[in-house]
């Protein structure tokens, strides 16, 4: 299996967990909300034809935006982005250049390689 398809399995299981975790008690939350009600996928990846790369770049998908975004707003940060990543892979330079941007912007970003330590993040972030 390919590791493209061992991250598309990684983040199916993030969004299986974030869909069962429920968000605590907080002003600036939905009460008895999930975590996947303010959990999001950008669909940014992927291999497509010249025409739809086209059409999707017109629609403002854009190279290196990161797999999974949160919006909360919590301490200092305006949200959470998170790029899922296997084994020993790295950011691509357009990964770099986005996570360098949102961290300006505001956000925390965070490359994760496995669910225990998106787990993590995401709970601390959520309780900070």
């Not at 390919?2 to 991250?7: G, P, Q, R, W």
């Not at 290196?64 to 691509?92: F, P, Q, S, W």
């Amino acid at each position: 299996m390919s590791n493209k398809h061992l991250e598309d399995d990684f983040q199916a299981a993030v969004m299986k967990w974030a869909n069962l975790y429920r968000m605590p008690d907080h002003e600036d939350l939905e009460k008895n909300s999930k975590l996947s009600d303010y959990l999001f996928a950008v669909p940014n990846g992927g291999k497509r034809n010249v025409r739809e790369a086209a059409r999707l770049k017109r629609q403002g998908v854009k190279a290196g935006v990161h797999d999974l975004m949160l919006n909360i707003a919590r301490n200092c940060y305006y949200g959470l982005d998170m790029e899922l990543k296997i084994g020993t892979n790295k950011l691509t330079p357009k990964q770099v250049e986005w996570r360098d941007r949102m961290t300006r912007a505001g956000r925390l970003t965070a490359v994760c390689y496995d669910i225990d330590q998106v787990k993590e993040i995401i709970d601390e972030y959520i309780k900070s």
